[in-house]
């Protein structure tokens, strides 16, 4: 939570943020996080602490070109994640559509899509999956204005159980294609499922590890 959406909230981000520049320096202490919801909360770090993020967009970028979707459009889940939707879309040299919605704290609505996607075939980058609701109204949307199929590049599969992977399988979607930040991409039902396809980020770390270290 890196923002305050009613009076009197906490901001839950920046007192963890307090809490994790409060461990005592050892040499260079260097936070690497993966895919940030929010890319400024790096900047709520104080003192002698560098944080650091890596992103899942190349790797998704190259699980979809595998995947030989044809003439695609990359659109967004909603107006939050701009410019992680243009990388993906640079990456696939394709347009970028996006999703406008109203959203409080149990209800989010569609307002309207932006862009042509009529006969396309629409890639879904959200940063986050978790009840799946978002995704399925954006799928649903873009199906509406004319999209020919829906796919969707998620950065972390954070279902809290195997219940959403049923319901994201009678959404339009063809394929969900994710990473294995999160503990859920490990649930059976995922790792059996041909409608989720999981893309590890163990050399993406190791890379980034061994050029901070060496």
């Known amino acids: 939570m890196e923002v305050a959406k009613q009076p009197g909230e906490v901001i839950t981000a920046k007192t963890n943020a307090r809490l994790l520049s409060s ?3 050892a040499a260079d202490n260097t936070l690497v996080f993966f895919d940030l919801h929010e890319p400024s909360l790096r900047h709520y770090f104080e003192g002698d602490v560098t944080a650091m993020e890596l992103s899942a967009i190349q790797l ?9 979707i044809d ?4 659109g967004s889940a909603d107006l939050g994640m ?6 993906l879309a640079e990456l696939l040299q394709a347009d970028v559509a996006l999703v406008s919605k ?4 149990s209800h989010t609505a569609v307002l309207a899509t932006v862009g042509d996607v009529e006969e396309r075939n629409v890639v879904i980058y959200d940063d986050m999956v978790r009840s799946g609701d978002s ?4 799928a649903k949307a873009y199906k509406k204005a004319g999209a020919q199929a829906v796919w969707a590049a998620v950065s972390h599969f954070a279902i809290p159980d195997e219940k959403v992977v049923q319901k994201l399988r009678k959404a339009p979607l063809e394929t969900i294609f994710t990473t294995n930040s ?28 061994r050029n901070l270290v060496f």
């Open 135 to 138: 995704l399925i109204k954006a």
């Open 23 to 25: 461990i005592p320096k």
């Open 82 to 87: 701009p410019q992680q939707t243009q990388q």
């Open 71 to 74: 003439n695609p459009i990359v």
């Open 60 to 68: 998704l970028a190259n699980a979809l070109k595998q995947a030989n």
């Open 182 to 209: 999160h503990p859920s991409s490990q649930l059976t039902a995922v790792k059996r499922s041909k409608f989720v396809s999981v893309e590890d980020i163990a050399p993406t770390v190791a890379k980034f590890t």
């Open 102 to 105: 109203s959203r409080d704290f």
